[in-house]
């Protein structure tokens, strides 16, 4: 049995992640005594994997790319938010020994949109670029906002129909392909394809982003990505990436585990000022 009350990040790849790191800073700043490691989890020994580490005593995990489908059905219960997204990144051992499911994502982009970047979502235009497992985590809370609309733009429209249809109860949602995005303006872009880290992007029209609005892309990387670089060619008033929605939906997992709210700013800081040092290395 673990004598340390013991967490990790299970994802498949996994080497690069910085939730370790970020957990290790909570606990420090919380004293909490606890460890948190990362563990390569594929698909297909998924099932095997948390099985072992919560009859080892573990008592929690995070699941990432690309196992959050598969988290939300083993989880034996789910909060609301976890139930809507039909995605699961925190999982947690109960203490008559069952598992809850939650999605801490769509709160930690929220977060860091409207505490750390001041970006207001009521009564404003969105559209989200790809139709995933990510996008699935944000719509709900997204439309708790109240904007205008919401538009989720998909190479493979279907998947942008399936979703709006599924979310269209919780606010004015639609789903489009990319050419239906001409003619079309919007106060806030929200890249959650998986292009952008491999220098990708959609094809997307040059008056797409509103006068004074703002770009997120979901991803984070040590160098602007294409969407970040998008963003800034086009004169947006932030464009931003995920690095702070990563540290936010970080915390609100470490208060699902320990009932603790870490503060976020100086970690946040703390990661940024490291990516800097990482670019100006090379
Ligand atoms: P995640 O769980 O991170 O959301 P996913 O479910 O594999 O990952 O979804 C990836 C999204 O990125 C999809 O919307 C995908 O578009 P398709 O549904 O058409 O496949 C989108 N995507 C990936 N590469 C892309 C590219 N080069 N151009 C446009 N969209 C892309």
């Known amino acids: 049995m673990m004598k340390i009350d013991t967490y990790a990040v299970f994802g498949h790849p996994i080497t690069h992640s910085k939730s370790p790191r970020i957990q290790q800073l909570f606990a420090k700043q919380t004293a909490q005594v606890m460890q948190y490691g990362a563990q390569d989890v594929p698909a297909e020994i998924f099932t095997t994997a948390v099985g072992n580490f919560f009859a080892a005593g573990g008592k929690g995990l995070n699941c990432t790319v690309p196992l959050k489908e598969l988290a939300w059905q083993y989880a034996d219960h789910l909060s609301d938010r976890a139930l809507l997204a039909k995605a699961v990144n925190t999982l947690a051992r109960q203490a008559d020994g069952s598992i809850f499911g939650d999605n801490t994502d769509g709160i930690g982009l929220l ?7 001041g970006i207001s979502l009521t009564g404003a235009n969105i559209l989200i670029l790809g139709a995933g497992g990510a996008t699935r985590g944000i719509v709900p809370v997204l439309l708790e906002q109240q904007p205008a609309t919401v538009v989720i733009a ?30 079309r303006q919007f106060d806030l872009i929200l890249n959650a394809t998986s292009a952008s880290l491999s220098g990708q992007l959609p094809p997307l029209p040059a008056a797409l982003l509103a006068s004074k609005g703002s770009c997120y892309d979901l991803a984070y990387a040590n160098q602007p990505t294409a969407f970040v670089q998008w963003g800034i060619a086009h004169h947006a008033c932030r464009s931003l990436d995920g690095l702070g929605m990563l540290v936010e939906q970080a915390a609100e997992a470490f208060y699902v585990w320990r009932g603790i709210r870490p503060e976020t700013s100086a970690v946040i800081r703390l990661l940024n000022d490291e990516r800097q040092l990482t670019d100006n290395s090379r």
């Open 111 to 117: 977060t860091d949109l409207t505490a750390n970047h």
């Open 154 to 183: 998909n190479r493979t429209v279907e998947k942008a129909l399936a979703i709006a249809d599924d979310f269209a109860i919780l606010g004015p949602l639609q789903g489009c392909d990319y050419t239906s995005l001409q003619g």
